[in-house]
């Protein structure tokens, strides 16, 4: 479903001896690579932010900084949580909100249950609904959400769904920034196959290029906020109205920390239902 929300709002001079050069010259050596290296020295992160630690290595290229005009049009794709399932009206959602906290218009296209590869409750996976998207839409930023709704699916065709996806995205809005925002634990502890698509979402946009905002890594839900963020009960476990209203001021601190986003105050175990 396709909601557009717009808001007012933000490097001795003499000769050495042969054994005594070829010391000079591994100790000269030595200095470079340490002047270079460094280990004590934390090395300037090109990894997206907030991207999941994995053990093994990852091809990663330096996303450029994040620059929007200052009423940008979001288009923001997700499952329930862009839906804006347990709020208390869905256009309470932090899809929405967000369009106040960037002082521009949000094009909302949330499914409850869909994913990549799960066909959602009021429509298909990601790839069909992408193929269904209007062309003449002009978004200057795209977030692409979730989802948690893989879980069950398991690991194989994941990255392949998700290649797919992301790439009919590009293509259908060539003009367009994409950052992709991976899914948000709707229970703790992080169930196994949450982290691993969080873990697979933030290598996939590391390879790209793409900003990965993940609200695992950065610790958006803790057992501190976990109930003032998620409704456990008649909202099945999705974010209340208040979560909703935090989820997007997250969002918008994010962005802005990917480069320049404007945003203004605001206001004020894996067996849970779909999202």
Do not use: C
């Not at 470079?32 to 020295?41: A, C, D, E, L, T």
């Not at 293509?171 to 994409?178: D, G, H, L, S, V």
């Amino acid at each position: 479903m396709i909601y557009s929300h717009a808001m007012k709002a933000a490097s001795v001079r003499h000769r050495l001896p042969v054994a005594g050069l070829a010391a000079a010259v591994i100790l000269a050596l030595a200095a470079v690579i340490v002047g270079v290296w460094r280990p004590w020295v934390p090395v300037p992160s090109s990894a997206p932010v907030g991207a999941a630690a994995t053990g093994q290595e990852a091809v990663t290229i330096a996303p450029v900084p994040l620059l929007l005009p200052e009423h940008p049009t979001v288009l923001v794709f997700g499952d329930s949580w862009t839906y804006g399932s347990a709020a208390t009206e869905p256009t309470l959602g932090y899809a929405y909100v967000l369009a106040d906290l960037l002082d521009g218009e949000t094009i909302v296209d949330g499914v409850r249950g869909s994913g990549y590869l799960k066909p959602g409750l009021d429509g298909p996976a990601f790839g069909d609904r992408i193929a269904a998207l209007d062309p003449s839409l002009v978004p200057d930023l795209i977030i692409l959400q979730g989802s948690i709704n893989d879980r069950a699916q398991g690991e194989a065709g994941y990255r392949d769904a998700v290649t797919a996806a992301w790439d009919a995205m590009a293509a259908k809005y060539p003009e367009a920034t994409i950052v992709i925002l991976g899914p948000a634990p709707h229970e703790l502890p992080v169930g196994t196959e949450t982290a691993r698509i969080d873990t697979d979402l933030g290598e996939l946009a590391a390879a790209r290029g793409w900003w990965y905002i993940s609200p695992v890594a950065q610790d958006w839900i803790t057992e501190q906020n976990y109930l003032s963020v998620i409704d456990v009960e008649v909202g099945r476990k999705h974010p209340s109205t208040d979560g909703h209203r935090y989820l997007a001021e997250k969002l918008a601190a994010a962005l802005v920390e990917l480069g320049g986003a404007p945003v203004t105050e605001a206001g004020g175990s894996e067996t849970a239902p779909e999202q």
